[in-house]
């Protein structure tokens, strides 16, 4: 079974900056789709960024120029760098990992960007 612990989150201003770390159990990792969601209070959850295992990467239209997913094969690890923090950018986030039809999540960190 593949774990995921994601780390990272917490309070901070808008306009301020928080990185989140996803670090996986299993070599799989290197081969895999990596992608941090969210889900706002009342909210569906959504994609935020993903990385494919080639490093091709997806955001959303919200978080581009502000957000920036990379990964760390070596220590099967996943980053979100989050810069200029919204108020709406608050959420629970969490890091998933896909590969040929597996699909795993983490227990998910809490961000807070207060006014």
């Known amino acids: 079974q593949v774990q995921l612990v994601e780390s990272g989150g917490g309070l901070v201003q808008a306009g301020g900056s928080l990185r989140l770390s996803c670090a996986a159990s299993?070599?799989?990792?290197?081969?895999?789709?990596m992608g941090w969601y969210r889900q706002g209070p009342g909210k569906q959850r959504e994609l935020v960024a993903d990385?494919?295992?080639?490093?091709?990467?997806v955001y959303v239209d919200s978080v581009k120029g502000r957000f920036t997913i990379a990964r760390d094969n070596a220590k099967n690890t996943v980053y979100l760098q989050m810069n200029s923090l919204k108020p709406e950018d608050t959420a629970v986030y969490y890091c998933?990992?896909?590969?040929?039809?597996?699909?795993?999540w983490g227990q998910g960190t809490q961000v807070t960007v207060s006014p």
């Open positions: 998933r990992m896909t590969r040929l039809g597996a699909d795993y």
């Open positions: 299993s070599s799989i990792f290197r081969i895999s789709t």
């Open positions: 990385i494919s295992s080639a490093g091709s990467t």
